[in-house]
């Protein structure tokens, strides 16, 4: 009984935590600080839309980048980039330098995912939690998402590091010198980036660890548990969303000419490979948990069968009876899918191996085009 007691408690302290909005991220501490300087400035009492916000900070960013440009003369740079390499990379270069807007999208949208996770355990994970060691668990995995110290940490050190030697090569291939506006941009598109991959680590983090949670699913069916298919739609959006990047990243090296038809065919290759790891990761995780569930439900059924075996009273027609729907039970229940896994998971997941694929398609079109007007 007092296994229960904290067990209740453990999980009314956490779902109290997340209604009161104790657990932040680093992004959100950010965006709040952001929304309450404009607030102020404007003399707006309501909180302002997400992504005003996240459009004020990428305006905010592209003008102080563009007047360092024009400040430190690095126009002229931009030029000469232009001559050499033609102006599509050019354009290229500008937009990858001034314009930032895929990163500060990015993070934007993996901070909201993950707010909608922290809403999905406080409504409907938490209640259903059988065990305090996957409550300590997703309790740990709370901390690391808000440890504000530690995604500082993880963001500034690579920009420390790894930032000079990207400028420093860069500067190199093209044959421009260094100049202030490239060191300033480089270094706001390098912390956005990092911060992006610590809260997509965090998201993988989850997924690894939802394979050790014990939750209370239906008995007879634990795969066709409405939270599953919760937590299933939860995790194929991660998926989407990593296809949509990986989108957005085909497309732009194919329309910037930096790699050939080949080349870019190995692009999405490659960039099927993390889509593909977390199908599998995420899928693998949700069949833990149904034949964890499972065996739960079948052993309580072997318990029931050998208590009435251990009576020996197998001329008492109930007896009989009662093992044999027992054993009926069993076999249905063991004959329950183990996994998530139905067509419209499998189709899914198709459409997001497809999205890197039609981008390059988009980017090559010509090529494409050419391909199918060929005469014999």
Same mark, same amino acid.
């Given at each position: 009984?007092?296994?229960?007691?904290?067990?209740?408690?453990?999980?009314?302290?956490?779902?109290?935590?997340?209604?009161?909005?104790?657990?932040?991220?680093?992004?959100?501490?950010?965006?709040?600080?952001?929304?309450?300087?404009?607030?102020?400035?404007?003399?707006?009492?309501?909180?302002?839309?997400?992504?005003?916000?996240?459009?004020?900070?990428?305006?905010?960013?592209?003008?102080?980048?563009?007047?360092?440009?024009?400040?430190?003369?690095?126009?002229?740079?931009?030029?000469?980039?232009?001559?050499?390499?033609?102006?599509?990379?050019?354009?290229?270069?500008?937009?990858?330098?001034?314009?930032?807007?895929?990163?500060?999208?990015?993070?934007?949208?993996?901070?909201?995912?993950?707010?909608?996770?922290?809403?999905?355990?406080?409504?409907?994970?938490?209640?259903?939690?059988?065990?305090?060691?996957?409550?300590?668990?997703?309790?740990?995995?709370?901390?690391?998402?808000?440890?504000?110290?530690?995604?500082?940490?993880?963001?500034?050190?690579?920009?420390?590091?790894?930032?000079?030697?990207?400028?420093?090569?860069?500067?190199?291939?093209?044959?421009?010198?260094?100049?202030?506006?490239?060191?300033?941009?480089?270094?706001?598109?390098?912390?956005?980036?990092?911060?992006?991959?610590?809260?997509?680590?965090?998201?993988?983090?989850?997924?690894?660890?939802?394979?050790?949670?014990?939750?209370?699913?239906?008995?007879?069916?634990?795969?066709?548990?409405?939270?599953?298919?919760?937590?299933?739609?939860?995790?194929?959006?991660?998926?989407?969303?990593?296809?949509?990047?990986?989108?957005?990243?085909?497309?732009?090296?194919?329309?910037?000419?930096?790699?050939?038809?080949? /080349?870019? %065919?190995?692009?999405? *290759? @490659? $960039?099927? #490979?993390?889509?593909?790891? =977390?199908?599998? +990761?995420?899928?693998?995780?949700?069949?833990?948990?149904?034949?964890?569930?499972?065996?739960?439900?079948?052993?309580?059924?072997?318990?029931?069968?050998?208590?009435?075996?251990?009576?020996?009273?197998?001329?008492?027609?109930?007896?009989?009876?009662?093992?044999?729907?027992?054993?009926?039970?069993?076999?249905?229940?063991?004959?329950?899918?183990?996994?998530?896994?139905?067509?419209?998971?499998? /189709?899914? %997941?198709?459409?997001? *191996? @497809? $999205?890197? #694929?039609?981008?390059?398609? =988009?980017?090559? +079109?010509?090529?494409?085009?050419?391909?199918?007007?060929?005469?014999?």
């Amino acid at each position: 009984m007092s296994t229960d007691t904290a067990l209740i408690e453990k999980r009314e302290e956490l779902k109290r935590r997340l209604a009161a909005g104790e657990y932040k991220t680093l992004v959100d501490v950010i965006l709040r600080w952001i929304d309450r300087v404009i607030r102020k400035l404007t003399r707006r009492s309501e909180p302002l839309p997400i992504w005003f916000i996240a459009v004020i900070l990428w305006v905010g960013i592209s003008l102080t980048i563009n007047m360092a440009v024009l400040i430190t003369g690095g126009w002229s740079t931009y030029r000469l980039v232009v001559e050499s390499y033609g102006l599509g990379f050019g354009l290229g270069v500008l937009i990858n330098e001034s314009v930032n807007i895929l990163f500060i999208v990015s993070t934007v949208v993996i901070n909201q995912y993950m707010g909608r996770l922290f809403v999905l355990w406080r409504d409907s994970i938490l209640d259903i939690t059988e065990s305090e060691a996957s409550l300590k668990e997703f309790e740990d995995w709370l901390k690391k998402s808000c440890n504000w110290r530690l995604h500082i940490f993880v963001t500034l050190i690579p920009v420390m590091v790894l930032t000079p030697y990207g400028i420093i090569l860069t500067s190199t291939l093209l044959r421009t010198k260094i100049d202030f506006w490239n060191v300033f941009s480089s270094v706001v598109i390098s912390i956005f980036a990092w911060a992006f991959l610590y809260q997509f680590l965090m998201v993988i983090l989850l997924a690894a660890r939802l394979r050790r949670y014990d939750l209370k699913l239906f008995s007879a069916d634990p795969g066709s548990s409405e939270v599953i298919s919760r937590l299933s739609d939860e995790l194929g959006f991660f998926i989407y969303y990593v296809a949509i990047y990986a989108a957005i990243l085909t497309l732009g090296t194919s329309w910037l000419g930096l790699l050939s038809s080949l /080349l870019g %065919f190995a692009l999405v *290759l @490659l $960039l099927w #490979l993390p889509i593909t790891v =977390l199908f599998i +990761l995420n899928q693998t995780s949700l069949s833990s948990i149904i034949r964890r569930a499972k065996w739960k439900t079948l052993n309580e059924i072997q318990a029931n069968v050998e208590k009435l075996q251990a009576a020996e009273n197998f001329e008492d027609k109930e007896t009989m009876e009662a093992i044999n729907r027992l054993m009926d039970y069993h076999d249905r229940v063991k004959a329950t899918r183990n996994s998530a896994l139905d067509f419209g998971t499998y /189709l899914n %997941f198709i459409n997001s *191996l @497809l $999205l890197p #694929l039609l981008a390059f398609i =988009l980017g090559n +079109l010509d090529l494409v085009l050419n391909l199918f007007t060929r005469t014999p």
